[in-house]
């Protein structure tokens, strides 16, 4: 399994950003697909995850931020919108085989990570 993420860059708050996962795999279909974020200094966290039509989002950006996936391109997407400094991170898409979790402890397979840079 293969993941590579893309769409990351520099912005000023209040702009958007859509990030991009693409996922090797037969069972992308059935795969829970998540983006998590890690600052500088701080432990990895979740941010956003889908599996099987269903979504779960931190609090810190529901409502800004949107997953979502193409089963025919084995895509995720992550639309950023509103962004804040403190979303400022290197972003990673992760998969998981079963239903989705916002563990990261839960997660096999990664990828390599996006820097998104937010300035105020």
């Known amino acids: 399994v293969q993941l590579q993420a893309f769409g990351g860059g520099s912005v000023q708050a209040g702009g958007c950003l859509r990030l991009s996962c693409a996922a090797s795999g037969r069972t992308f279909s059935t795969s829970a697909l998540s983006w998590f974020r890690q600052a500088p200094g701080k432990e990895r966290e979740f941010v956003a995850t889908s599996w099987i039509g269903s979504t779960r989002y931190a609090d810190s950006v529901k409502g800004r931020f949107t997953i979502s996936r193409d089963i025919m391109k084995n895509t995720v997407y992550l639309q950023m919108n509103s962004l804040k400094p403190e979303d400022t991170a290197v972003y990673y898409c992760?998969?998981?085989?079963?239903?989705?979790?916002?563990?990261?402890?839960?997660?096999?397979?990664w990828g390599q990570g996006t820097l998104v840079t937010v300035s105020s």
């Open positions: 992760a998969k998981r085989d079963g239903q989705f979790s916002q563990n990261k402890d839960d997660y096999i397979y």
